[in-house]
């Protein structure tokens, strides 16, 4: 019990430090942003960042190209003559973000149970025998009682509205033609920088005529807004809160 404790106390001194260290990073970039506007990063490749995957799906069997006799068009093509929307590597389309969602859950769970045990022996090996002498068997051997209530409750009330636009980039066409898109917004007002993110799948139909879609349209739709600043570091709990939060055990 000695050495358990000690041992406990040890690796609770050790992530202390890890975190401290980290913290004191993090700190020391801080100092050195005092006075200074969040820094915008740099325009990059997406698929040239640490982590990139290439999105695989099911796909359906390629189909060979032909042409007819006397004719200018070809099997899979979307139209005659050529638009300006997005259907190569590369090419910009605008992705209208419009959510607005609500939601309101009330949940109640009740339950309630007693259970009551009394076992009793009246003649154990003839314990009858002694009658009119002290005996030391019991009347009763085992008498349990046990009580349990439970009575949970939940609510969930949500409303959230976003509507924006953000331009994507296409990184990659699929076999069966539907496009892969990412796009990164950055904006700065005067110490808070906010970002927004959005990736997914998307099909050529689904985009219009001019060159939009929108964010209900996109497959495996990856949405993130958010960004940090001075008002995001007031707003969070500072890291020896959050390290004490998931140490303490009560």
Request: aromatic content about 6%; hydrophobic content about 35%.
């Amino acid at each position: 019990m000695y050495f358990s404790s000690i041992r406990r106390a040890a690796l609770t001194s050790t992530m202390l430090s890890i975190v401290s260290f980290a913290g004191g990073c993090s700190s020391i970039d801080r100092l050195s942003q005092i006075g200074e506007q969040p820094k915008l990063s740099a325009i990059e490749n997406p698929t040239a960042q640490p982590g990139y995957k290439p999105v695989q799906m099911p796909m359906p069997k390629p189909e060979a190209v032909s042409y007819n006799a006397n004719s200018l068009w070809r099997n899979g093509s979307r139209s005659f003559f050529k638009d300006q929307r997005a259907h190569q590597i590369g090419d910009l389309l605008t992705v209208t973000v419009n959510i607005t969602d609500q939601a309101n859950f009330a949940n109640e769970t009740q339950r309630s149970r007693t259970v009551t045990e009394d076992s009793g022996i009246t003649n154990f090996l003839g314990a009858n025998l002694l009658a009119g002498k002290n005996t030391a068997l019991p009347g009763r051997l085992l008498t349990a009682d046990a009580t349990s209530t439970s009575d949970g409750k939940g609510t969930i009330q949500r409303q959230e509205s976003l509507t924006t636009n953000i331009a994507a980039v296409v990184t990659q066409i699929l076999p069966n033609g539907n496009m892969v898109v990412e796009g990164k917004q950055e904006i700065r007002v005067n110490f808070e920088m906010r970002e927004l993110i959005v990736a997914g799948i998307v099909r050529p139909e689904d985009i219009q005529s001019d060159n939009t879609i929108d964010s209900s349209k996109i497959a495996q739709a990856r949405i993130a807004y958010g960004g940090h600043g001075q008002i995001t570091d007031i707003q969070q709990q500072r890291y020896g809160q959050q390290v004490m939060d998931v140490l303490l055990p009560f």
